[in-house]
């Protein structure tokens, strides 16, 4: 349906897009925000580097990685060192809090107004930012949460205490067998509750908040709303970025706005309803404060 010819690719003019933000996150009646991994990154959740070789150094030495992400699908031959690499990597990117104040930055935009999230993110940052869990739709899974390996049952598991012993026993880049998880029902080793294949499990939890975020939706259909698309890349784009233009075209009433590092476009069909801004999210967060 959409043109692939994307507009407003110029980083010109960026002042009068911010006011035009500005102006809509007022004027708005209700505000959705689609959440991909830049809003993540530009608060300092970053995959690789110095924070990747901070963590990671002696897996680094081992095997070569690069990267924190590849890193997680490489076939280590025990459960004790995967789960060695995996405890690290859930608790640094689900338990500790992002490096900058970019999730507080956008909460103190919207709490005032009608809102609602949907985001791909796993790293719990808009609950841990004082965002209402119950405005909240993560639709790829969390890092937060285990899951039967086959899935025997539809249920998941709360893992901060079982990872953060992991973290502290761990040695020579593995853990002790006995903290290995395994599903209380038939025994098989845990995994992690995240969208990668067809054994992602989707519990009770995660259905009731994709039906208050279809509620939400359906609710309001027809007034003044505003599409905030923040740091939304072409991996998923059926999630958020293709819903929310069509739904932007299909609403006279709606505006979408799109902040993304070098990735910011609309199609021409709703070009003329569209506020795209080529800029760090942190920063155009910072300046809309």
């Known amino acids: 349906m959409f043109s692939k010819t994307a507009t407003t690719k110029s980083t010109s003019d960026c002042w009068d897009r911010l006011n035009r933000i500005q102006e809509e996150l007022s004027r708005a009646d209700v505000i959705v925000i689609g959440a991909g991994a830049g ?4 608060a300092g ?25 590849s890193a997680g699908f ?5 459960l004790e060192e995967h789960w060695a690499y995996w405890s690290r990597y859930i608790y640094i990117n689900r338990y500790q809090d992002a490096p900058k104040p970019v999730y507080a930055n956008l909460l103190s935009l919207v709490q005032d107004k ?11 940052c808009f609950q841990k930012a004082g965002f209402d869990k119950y405005r909240l739709f993560y639709t790829q899974g969390d ?25 502290e026993a761990q040695k020579n880049m593995r853990i002790p067998s ?20 067809n054994t992602f499990v989707e519990d009770a939890g995660w259905h009731s908040a994709a039906q208050r975020y279809q509620d939400f939706i359906r609710l ?13 890349g072409d991996n998923t784009p059926g999630i958020i970025k293709y819903p929310f233009w069509q739904m932007t075209y299909q609403n006279p009433n709606a505006v979408y706005a799109c902040i993304n590092l070098g990735d910011a476009y609309a199609p021409k069909e709703i ?13 155009v967060l910072k300046k809309l404060k």
């Open 39 to 42: 809003l993540s990154t530009s």
């Open 45 to 69: 959740f970053t995959y690789s580097g110095e924070r990747f070789q901070k963590n990671f150094q002696d897996f680094i030495e081992v095997y070569g990685f690069q990267d924190m992400y």
């Open 74 to 78: 490489y076939p280590y031959k025990t």
């Open 114 to 124: 009608d809102y609602f999230v949907l985001t791909t993110n796993v790293d719990h």
């Open 143 to 167: 890092y937060g949460l285990w899951q039967c390996s086959r899935p025997c049952h539809k249920k998941t598991y709360d893992n901060e205490a079982a990872v953060r012993e992991m973290v």
């Open 178 to 197: 006995e903290l290995i998880p395994r599903c209380p029902v038939c025994g098989e080793p845990m995994s992690m509750n995240l969208r990668a294949d």
């Open 220 to 232: 309001h259909q027809g007034l003044r709303i505003l599409f905030l698309e923040l740091g939304v």
């Open 271 to 283: 070009a003329d309803r569209s506020i795209c801004i080529h800029r760090d999210i942190g920063e």
